[in-house]
């Protein structure tokens, strides 16, 4: 047996010992585990999950085992994602810290801040949320407004940041301040992290068209934060800012996968039923259904793919960019789909039977996907001029 066949088997024997029956099967965008000071679970097994997931550090299972992860190498990782999905395991943790945050202070971060908040973070002790667009800053980020004066042993933060998910409930945000007003716009930012609960920090949810929201505007009215929170370099926060994007796309992207609630093919089958054959009695809307499932697979094999040029070192920079945009029109097909199963029944838009309108609100955030983490325009863009080097781009 080679070390990855022992690793495959022993990985199988611990969740399956492990992973309790409730945290296995579909789970609900709104069910997931976001962690934090007060967090909130479906079950105590869910509670249960996390805190085994995160012991082991496995909610973060390529970050080093000296800062809280599970220190697997590429393959071992590859591995355990298989075996999770093997058993129908739910996430064990939603994190923007995990997701974004913590390859930046891995790349960037001081020891101490290494030590400081990547365990935490790995065993969902603490929630961030990201300070990046401003109201006059949206896709041309790097003119952001918000200001952070110098004070000696600290800075005075005055701005406001928008679109920021779920800043009314994060612990933590991570946030891009101008500390040189002077310099070019590339320049002069930096990227320090402060506490929501300093005093001068307030948030205001947005509601969308979909009548719900993670999204908040959040206000800046002198506040304070200490200079040992800077990550990298003064004036130099754009280099992070760009890393943390490229995680960010990938994260966005990943939502294509298809892999959340139920499948799209199940949700088909019990509001329209079976044919003879016991498949789904509508064949147009079974040929979408399954060109869907064959696009997804093959997304899935391309962020594996992409995850070991990564690893190697080899990926293109620009290559987030064609993730975020794919990965955001499947999840886009996928809840069209689900509308289209459900007939004029998804349209409804409260009432227990629908779950408050569950598939047509669902259905409406998704057009977000094409706006957040860049729009899909600015990434076709980057995908034009940086992956095809096309002529004019």
Not at 59 to 87: D, M, N
Not at 220 to 235: A, C, I, M, P, S
Not at 260 to 269: D, E, F, N, T, W
Request: aromatic share 8%; with cysteine; net charge negative.
């Amino acid at each position: 047996m080679t070390d990855l066949e022992q690793f495959r088997a022993e990985t199988r024997a611990w969740l399956e010992a492990n992973c309790p029956a409730e945290c296995r099967g579909p789970m609900a965008d709104d069910e997931m585990i976001w962690g934090g000071r007060n967090p909130t679970f479906k079950t105590p097994a869910h509670k249960l999950w996390l805190e085994r997931m995160g012991a082991r550090g496995w909610t973060a299972p390529e970050w080093p085992q000296a800062y809280g992860g599970g220190g697997l190498s590429r393959e071992e990782a590859k591995v355990l994602a298989s075996e999770l999905r093997r058993i129908k395991a739910q996430p064990a943790l939603a994190s923007f810290g995990v997701w974004m945050l913590g390859p930046a202070l891995l790349a960037f971060g001081t020891e101490e801040q290494k030590k400081r908040f990547l365990p935490e973070i790995v065993r969902g002790e603490i929630r961030w949320c990201q300070g990046y667009s401003e109201p006059g800053a949206g896709s041309d980020l790097a003119s952001i407004q918000t200001r952070a004066e110098d004070r000696g042993d600290h800075w005075i933060v005055n701005g406001q940041k928008i679109w920021t998910s779920y800043a009314d409930k994060a612990d933590w945000i991570f946030c891009l301040v101008r500390t040189d007003p002077e310099a070019p716009k590339h320049l002069g930012i930096s990227f320090v992290l402060f506490d929501m609960k300093t005093p001068g920090v307030t948030t205001r949810p947005i509601t969308l068209i979909s009548g719900k929201s993670p999204f908040c505007e959040t206000f800046f009215d002198d506040v304070r934060v200490e200079k040992e929170n800077l990550v990298g370099t003064l004036n130099r926060g754009w280099d992070v800012a760009k890393y943390l994007l490229a995680h960010e796309r990938t994260m966005i992207g990943a939502m294509g996968e298809v892999g959340g609630g139920r499948p799209v093919g199940q949700v088909a089958l019990d509001a329209i039923g079976a044919d003879d054959t016991g498949r789904l009695d509508e064949p147009m809307l079974r040929a979408r259904i399954a060109d869907l499932e064959i696009d997804a697979a093959a997304f899935r094999l391309a962020m594996e793919r992409v995850g070991d040029q990564v690893k190697a070192k080899q990926a293109h920079p620009a290559i987030a960019s064609m993730l975020k945009y794919y990965g955001s029109e499947l999840n886009k097909r996928r809840h069209e789909l689900l509308m289209a199963a459900g007939g004029a029944d998804a349209l409804e838009w409260e009432g227990e039977r629908s779950h408050d309108g569950k598939a047509a609100r669902d259905w409406l955030r998704t057009k977000a996907n094409s706006i957040e983490g860049g729009t899909s325009e600015v990434q076709l863009n980057i995908i034009a001029k940086h992956l095809l080097q096309l002529p004019g781009a």
